[in-house]
Every structure is written in structure tokens, then in C-alpha cells.
């Protein structure tokens, strides 16, 4: 009940694409859902969160949509370039102060 | 920089070894957290402190032990070290818990290789 899953593994799109991962959840006790970007040899770093109570989040060109009832939510990344490149992790917790439960993680390449 | 600070940045090691990880969390973050990842597990939760008292535990091996001082910063202490605990370690940290917390920020992590 803990488990949250990611998908796709890889993702590859052209600059100027959009580049969409999804993530489902089973745990309803979950009530925050950040999403992490991780380029290679650094740490996670927190991009964007979104709370259930709404269903979509935007900052910049990215976007989380959120449905509830499907326990599912997505990161849309719009007008993509090379420098978004990097693992995404999709993650879930209890609060924003408990510990994340994160996806797999989607290769994300974006070709110039 | 998030604020979070790792060391060492790498350790090579061998089995059966003893090794300390240490994290500063940000300015004025009361929680710690320490995450393994691995290529074949993804990011796993491993252990959390706030304000030096263990909060939540994960799939922590018992060879493993963390601790928070009272200065906030932690250290992760993995001991009879296995070839299979080879992996990137990151601490992270947040405020909360609690209606004042924020997001949890990452360090760079550790690379622990065992040989």
C-alpha cells in the first residue's frame, strides 16, 4: 500500500515537445505529491508539488495534474530543451513533513 | 546548493568494513532524512530524525544505525559493510513535521562503494 508507480522508464522527445510521466499511488492516506528532477552525480531537487485538493498545478513549463479518484497524477513538461534532460522521480507522502515514498524514476532525453 | 551538506562526497571501502556519513541539514531544519539509492531499488527511505529524536523508520538493515546530535546535524553509520551496500546515500531535510513544515531539500548525497 505504500508502493508508488512510475512510467514511463525512458522518454525520449525532441526540443520544443512535450514530455509527460505518470505516476499511480495506492495509499489514499497520502496527501502530498512533489515531483523530483535529478541530473547525474547531484542530489533530488524538488520541482514542482501539488496538494489533492486541487487538480492541476503550474509553474513555468511545468505542469502536475492530479485525479484523485484514479489515484494518479502526471508531470508535463511543455516546450522541452535539451538542459531538462535528467531522471524524474515522482514521489508521495503522508504530509509534507514525512517521508517520501518515490517512484522508479523516468530517464528523461530530450534531443536538440 | 540546497543547503544540505554531505560528506565525504565518495568512499571506497571494503567488506566487512565500518563507515560514518555525516549530514548538516539546512539553516534552522529540524528534520533529517536519509535515503539509499540504488540502481536496481530507486530512492529508498531509510530513516528520519527530528530535533534528535528518531520520528519514522524505513527498510533500515539493522547493521545500519543513524543518529541526531544537538547541533541537528546526523550521521549514518552502516557497519560489516556487503558488496550489495554499494550505493548513492542522501540526507535530506525539512522543518517539520507540522503545520509550519516545508519541502524536504536534498544534499549531493554520498557514493559508497564497497569492495
Known amino acids: 500500500q505504500q508502493q508508488v508507480k512510475q512510467s514511463p522508464q525512458s522518454l525520449i522527445v525532441q526540443k520544443g515537445g512535450i514530455s509527460i510521466i505518470n505516476c499511480a499511488y495506492e495509499?489514499?492516506?497520502?496527501?502530498?505529491f512533489p515531483w523530483y528532477q535529478q541530473f547525474p552525480g547531484k542530489g533530488p531537487a524538488l520541482l514542482i508539488a501539488?496538494?489533492?485538493?486541487?487538480s492541476e498545478k503550474k509553474e513555468g513549463r511545468f505542469t502536475i495534474s492530479f485525479n484523485k479518484s484514479a489515484k494518479q497524477f502526471s508531470l508535463h513538461i511543455m516546450d522541452s530543451q535539451p538542459g531538462d534532460s535528467a531522471t524524474y522521480f515522482c514521489?508521495?507522502?503522508?504530509?509534507?513533513?514525512?517521508?517520501?515514498?518515490f517512484g522508479e524514476g523516468t530517464q528523461l532525453t530530450v534531443n536538440p | 546548493d540546497s543547503g544540505v551538506t554531505q560528506t565525504p562526497k565518495h568512499l571506497i571501502t571494503a567488506t566487512g568494513q565500518r563507515v560514518t556519513l555525516r549530514c548538516s541539514p539546512r539553516?534552522?531544519?529540524?528534520?533529517v532524512y536519509w535515503y539509499q539509492q540504488s540502481l536496481d531499488q530507486g530512492l529508498q527511505f531509510l530513516i528520519q530524525?527530528?530535533?534528535?529524536?528518531?520520528?519514522a523508520k524505513g527498510n533500515i538493515l539493522e547493521r545500519f544505525s543513524a543518529q541526531q546530535f544537538p547541533d541537528l546535524h546526523s550521521e549514518l553509520n552502516l557497519s560489516s559493510l556487503e558488496l550489495g551496500d554499494s550505493a548513492l546515500y542522501f540526507c535530506?531535510?525539512?522543518f517539520g513535521p507540522g503545520p509550519m513544515n516545508t519541502e524536504a531539500f536534498f544534499g549531493q548525497g554520498t557514493r559508497l562503494t564497497v569492495v
Open positions: 535530506a531535510s525539512s
Open positions: 495509499n489514499t492516506a497520502f496527501d502530498y
Open positions: 501539488i496538494r489533492p485538493d486541487v
Open positions: 514521489a508521495a507522502s503522508r504530509t509534507s513533513g514525512s517521508r517520501l515514498t
Open positions: 539553516s534552522g531544519d529540524l528534520s
Open positions: 530524525y527530528y530535533n534528535g529524536e528518531e520520528r
